[in-house]
């Protein structure tokens, strides 16, 4: 722990440190304003001359009104959406059970508000609320696990939670394809004293070799449950079942399984794994759920140890308790035999555009739980078939690189069980214009 006066301070340091320093009569002569803005400028120069910024910059500046990103959407209306003064079919919500629009979730959010204010105004660090404490029992229950731990989002999880598991003498396992959000935990982590070995391709044998090659006292593997990008799962049982061999514990980021695959929807991790006891499984609340935040599943006295050393858990903020009254509502949708009608009409919606896009002949990726992939290529192209299909009507999103390899653009495709068929086969008609128009290539 560091202390204000450390043992290196000696009194004539500690005077330096504190005397005023001699007027500059250069910086004196002027005024302190014109120097920030200085100061600011110079600021903005060398940032803009880093090399991915300024590679994004001329993304950004070259394809301007082509690549969508500064798109502001003025309204929403289930999933129709207008953006750029033009209305489309939104493909590119998280809102994958289409939670956003449930009259019920909406009016627990109101009423959760009426009861507890907008924000409870201090970090759980400090104390807890109820609210808190039953949404963690009803995202346990849900999960078949003793407890949950929730985040104000899946990245402050992350940021949170590899840094508290893995420290000095441990190794960390990190898939190379996973999100972001891991690879920047996996520095936090390496920062603190851990080995962070990349794992790729990510497989049981490439796992296995790693794990027997390096000396550890505790050992994580991370990975995302479905990849973002292209909707694939990673093979979570044979990573499981290394891991397990080799003394280490599997850590899921399962953002886009959570609600939508496995049974009663309880993500990738249960799906593909026999059991979770050797597991860490972080779902999102924001995505399917439709409200905010991330939970990890645990049991009471990891709960305890993770509450104690998750940076982000004592040092931010927790979800307002609006939000936490709207994941009890869901838990209570995610229960019901409702769930598997939700389930039901997404996984037409994905089927229905499965089997249209193989029909095409294109290139696509996922579909295991709500995003579908198409692959495009090069940067431009994929922002232009982005655009091509906004233009008729149909909001998708262009995935170019640093998301994906420099040559492997997709158009990233987010099917909601609220799309319509007609939505559906309106996006299959303009894939296949797409198809002709940019020369695309089958599987
Ligand atoms: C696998 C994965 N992890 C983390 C995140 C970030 O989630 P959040 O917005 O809750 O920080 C995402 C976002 O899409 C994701 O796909």
Redesign the pocket.
Known sequence: MATFFSSRDSRDTLEEATRPSAPNPERVSRPTETRQKEAVEQLKARLGEDRVTRIALNFLDKWMGVHLKDGVIDWMHGRRIGMCGHEAVNFGS?SFLGFDQDARVQAAIVDGMREWGTHNGASRAFGNIALCEEAERRLASWMGVEDTLIYP????A?IGLLPALAGKGDLLVLDRKS?D?LHQSARIAEGNGAKVVILDPCNGVALRQILEAEDYEGCVVAV?GIY?MTGEMPPLGELDEVTRAHGGILYV?D??GTGLVGPKGRGAASMLLDSLDNALVVG?L?KAFSCLG?FVTCDAKLKRILKIRSSTFIFGGPVPPPYLAGICKVCDILESPEHDEHLRRLRQMVDQLISGIRGLGLKMYGGEAAIIAVTIGDIEQTFKAGKALFDRGYYVQSATYPAVPIMGGVLRIQVNANHTPEDIAGLLKGLAELKSKFGLGGN
Do not use: F, Y
């Open positions: 998280d989002s899946v990245t402050l992350n999100h959000s995302d973002s980021d953002a886009h999102s924001s991330a």
